[in-house]
């Protein structure tokens, strides 16, 4: 039996307890939180699990064997690199830390204590990502021209972190999770209009080595909530949007064939687009909560010994994306070859 420890009971903490509690093979002996009102809520509900005032109390508990950390951003790194010190295994929320740096020594940590590091990128854990990655990986969708996504809501307003590492990460995630390749530079434009506050719109593009591009657009101050993605192919084309209680995922078999020849500089030269327009169909999807999903998933890779989808390695590129993007923001859109950047040394 994996006991589970969960540091932080605020937004997602009760989210975590619940999952966990459900999933055969474990179960949530502790929880720690500062904030005594919020134990005190734990507590009520759940009066078995052990209330700590202190993480490094838990982290110390000899009846937890998996730390989860759903606490803020900052304080990623120093909780979880107690807990695998500890001899723990450690799941992080997003994104696993604040810088790359901080990202490798945890997964070097974690590699050298053979310990399982995973990072809470929860979106690829739903029914819909997971199809999407399906299709991607059996060549239905041909080759992948673009991922265009809009992800836009009014607030939440974070304290230590900007838009971009709040809600563009959930992308992130995904493109890390479907795609084969990983982008090789990026831009981003942002701004804040709150004053001592962190940038609340952001627009970043990823540049891939083949013609694949990315552009996501993230913003805490839309009037509407807004989870759409675009993926277009050479084959199909997807719709996905998260806020379709039933039709997440719509697959357009549209796109276009190019026929031509000739010299370019000669004036007799023809392009012809030819557009195609055929069926749209929404798949059958595994609406399973996604939490729940992740929770099983990394039970059951605890119980075999086996790498979890979203490892400390997936986290780690994730995290590094993010801060190249800062870098880019910083110097007002510069594109940050991912290779070459100094904060990505």
């Known amino acids: 039996m994996i006991g589970v420890g969960i540091i932080g009971y605020g937004?997602?903490?009760p989210n975590l307890v619940r999952n966990f509690m459900e999933v055969p093979g474990c179960r949530v002996t502790a929880v720690a939180d500062g904030?005594?009102?919020?134990l005190a809520k734990m507590s009520a509900?759940?009066?078995?699990?052990q209330a700590f005032g202190d993480a490094a109390d838990l982290i110390q508990s000899t009846a937890v064997d998996l730390v989860i950390i759903a606490t803020p951003v900052s304080s990623h790194f120093e909780l979880a690199m107690a807990a695998l010190k500890a001899g723990k295994h450690v799941l992080v929320e997003k994104p696993m830390t604040a810088t790359t740096a901080e990202a490798v020594a945890l997964v070097e940590e974690a590699d050298r204590r053979k310990l399982m590091l995973a990072v809470d990128h929860t979106f690829v854990y739903t029914g819909a990502v997971r199809k999407i990655r399906e299709l991607v990986a059996?060549?239905?969708l041909g080759d992948i021209y673009y991922y265009d996504s809009v992800r836009v809501n009014l607030g939440l307003f974070q304290r230590d972190v900007n838009v971009i590492w709040d809600l563009a990460v959930h992308d992130l995630a995904?493109?890390?999770y479907i795609l084969r390749e990983t982008p090789v530079a990026v831009s981003a434009n942002a701004t804040g209009h709150v004053a001592g506050q962190p940038e609340d719109i952001a627009y970043l593009s990823l540049m891939f080595a083949n013609n694949l591009i990315g552009h996501l657009h993230v913003n805490w101050l839309a009037p509407v909530k807004v989870r759409r993605t675009l993926i277009g192919g050479s084959q199909k084309m997807v719709v996905y949007d998260d806020l379709e209680p039933s039709e997440k995922i719509k697959i357009y078999d549209k796109g276009i064939t190019v026929n031509g020849n000739g010299d370019i500089n000669d004036k007799k030269y023809k392009l012809l687009v030819?557009?195609?327009?055929?069926d749209m169909w929404a798949p059958q999807l595994d609406m399973a909560e996604a939490l729940g999903v992740e929770?099983?998933?990394?039970v059951g890779c605890l119980e075999r010994g086996e790498t979890p989808i979203s490892d400390g390695q997936a986290g780690l590129r994730v995290v590094r994306i993010l801060e190249a993007a800062s870098?880019?923001?910083?110097?007002r859109g510069r594109v940050i070859e991912l290779g070459t950047s100094p904060c990505l040394a």
């Open 11 to 13: 937004y997602w903490g």
């Open 174 to 176: 995904i493109l890390d």
């Open 45 to 49: 509900r759940y009066p078995t699990v």
């Open 295 to 298: 929770a099983k998933h990394l």
């Open 35 to 38: 904030r005594a009102e919020q």
């Open 327 to 331: 870098e880019s923001i910083r110097d």
């Open 138 to 140: 059996t060549g239905s």
């Open 274 to 278: 030819g557009y195609r327009a055929g």
